[in-house]
């Protein structure tokens, strides 16, 4: 006997298939926004605002933290079959991991320095985030993300044009 390709239980097969993969990724990505919110959204945001109204000498304060975190989390895998997602994703959890033990180890919340470094981390962290498609069911955090990569891209160009520049010129 054939199976025919086309029949309605395999078509009803693959449908349901289909239906709890897309359960399970919307599951797992509401778990992230649900965590990224819990423990990066409102240093990303104190972040973000901060660097709006900063001077320049701050700002490239702003761009060395961040250009440093983006730079500490990225994954070091060279494996061309890892999709530009999963890095991303593999970054945002370096990112957060960071933030966690931070937040764990916080002695001060006046040290300027510290708070600054730890921000900086969840802004890559929902950069990397964003940039691996999670908050696309959440349009705030979506839009939280887009900001923070667009930070993350101005901090590292700085950083590269610094790089080329000669020590005279700093």
Request: hydrophobic share 40%.
């Amino acid at each position: 006997m054939l199976v025919e390709l086309y029949s309605p239980s395999i078509f009803a097969l693959g449908a349901e298939v289909n239906r709890q993969t897309m359960l399970r990724w919307l599951s797992s990505d509401h778990q992230k926004i649900r965590s990224d919110r819990k423990q990066l959204e409102a240093r990303a945001r104190r972040l973000l605002q901060s660097y709006l109204t900063a001077n320049e000498w701050q700002k490239r304060q702003y761009y060395q933290a961040i250009a440093g975190a983006a730079s500490a989390c990225q994954p070091g895998i060279d494996d061309p079959s890892l999709s530009n997602e999963k890095l991303a994703e593999l970054a945002a959890q370096a990112a957060t991991k960071v933030v966690q033990v931070r937040d764990r180890k916080a002695k001060d919340a006046h040290d300027h320095s510290a708070v600054l470094i730890t921000d900086a981390y969840a802004t890559v962290a929902i950069a990397y985030r964003r940039a691996a498609s999670a908050y696309t069911a959440d349009k705030e955090m979506e839009q939280l993300g887009t900001a923070a990569v667009h930070l993350v891209t101005i901090a590292n160009s700085f950083k590269n044009a610094e790089s080329v520049r000669s020590p005279t010129e700093i």
